[in-house]
């Protein structure tokens, strides 16, 4: 059965592992803030101009506030936590979507005492993420929800 296997099919190994797809740290350098988050390309197709990424952080661990110039599309596939869309703050749990537009600062948050995990549908080719200056985090944290939510970090 093994030999029939091909790449268009990938099974579960785990929990929230699949069969030929590494286990990688969420960024290449540790130049961004984030805490105790993994990702996974679970598929590159150029045809599509898309790929799919599983991210999952541990309890109390958070995703890089940035924003950028693509837009993706995000569903949560364990757990719950927040989220941070602009200058909206809300929660999520298993099954919700989330639509992050360009330039659109966000960020995810687990809650206390459970991984999140979610799926991340972007652009094979995309641009890189810009991490907010001292102004950015200023206007940020004039929403006084905003604030509490990066303030949790």
């Known amino acids: 059965m093994d030999s029939e296997r091909t790449p268009h099919f990938r099974p579960t190994t ?12 969420y960024k290449q350098d540790g130049s961004a803030p984030f805490k105790d988050i993994s ?7 150029d045809d599509l101009a898309g790929e799919l990424r599983y991210f999952e ?3 109390d661990g958070y995703s890089t506030l940035e924003r950028h ?25 298993q099954f919700d ?15 206390a005492g459970e991984p999140l995990g979610f799926l ?5 080719l995309r641009d890189r993420p810009q991490l907010p200056t001292q102004d950015d985090l200023a206007q940020l944290a004039a929403n006084p929800a905003v604030a509490r939510f990066l303030g949790e970090a």
Not at 39 to 45: A, D, Y
Not at 75 to 87: A, E, H, K
Not at 97 to 111: G, K
Request: hydrophobic share 45%; aromatic share 8%.
């Open 57 to 59: 952080m541990d309890a």
């Open 14 to 25: 785990q929990d929230f592992r699949w069969e030929g797809v590494a286990h990688q740290p």
């Open 69 to 93: 110039e693509h837009a993706h599309a995000v569903m949560i596939l364990r757990g719950s936590g927040s989220c941070l869309v602009g200058d909206e703050v809300r929660a999520v749990r």
């Open 97 to 111: 979507l989330v639509s992050i537009p360009a330039w659109t600062w966000h960020q995810f948050r687990a809650t």
């Open 39 to 45: 990702r996974q390309v679970l598929f590159h197709e």
């Open 120 to 124: 991340c549908m972007v652009n094979v």
